[in-house]
């Protein structure tokens, strides 16, 4: 059974740092996109990063420049480094798994999904 497990989800302040991290019970791991989604409240779920198994990585505008994507092939986890946040930032964020070969952002693309996590930025 794949799981995908987050965690690190919090309350932080506007301009303070989070990091956020995904378990994945995966066979062969590095074979998956790995990414990043994020749903606010009354809005649609929305792309926040992906990374492939060789390490490329792709980003929303929105959080270009001040979030990171990264994975660990050996353990099977993804993390996203999120620097500077703002309120805006604000939503539950779910990792994602998918077998495209490409960095795709759909959130129809990626079969497998966490339970997500709450990311509170106060302002």
């Known amino acids: 059974q794949v799981q995908l497990v987050e965690s690190g989800g919090g309350l932080v302040q506007a301009g303070d740092s989070l990091r956020l991290s995904c378990a994945a019970s995966l066979r062969t791991f590095n074979n998956y996109v790995m990414g990043w989604f994020r749903q606010a409240p009354g809005k649609e779920r929305e792309f926040v990063a992906a990374?492939?198994?060789?390490?490329?990585?792709r980003y929303a505008d929105s959080v270009k420049g001040r979030f990171t994507i990264s994975r660990d092939n050996a353990k099977n986890t993804v993390t996203l480094q999120m620097n500077s946040a703002k309120a805006e930032d604000t939503a539950v964020y779910y990792c994602?798994?998918?077998?495209?070969?490409?960095?795709?952002?759909?959130?129809?693309?990626?079969?497998?999904w966490g339970q997500g996590t709450q990311v509170t930025v106060s302002s």
């Open positions: 994602a798994a998918s077998t495209n070969m490409g960095l795709v952002t759909g959130p129809g693309l990626y079969g497998y």
């Open positions: 990374i492939s198994g060789s390490g490329r990585s």
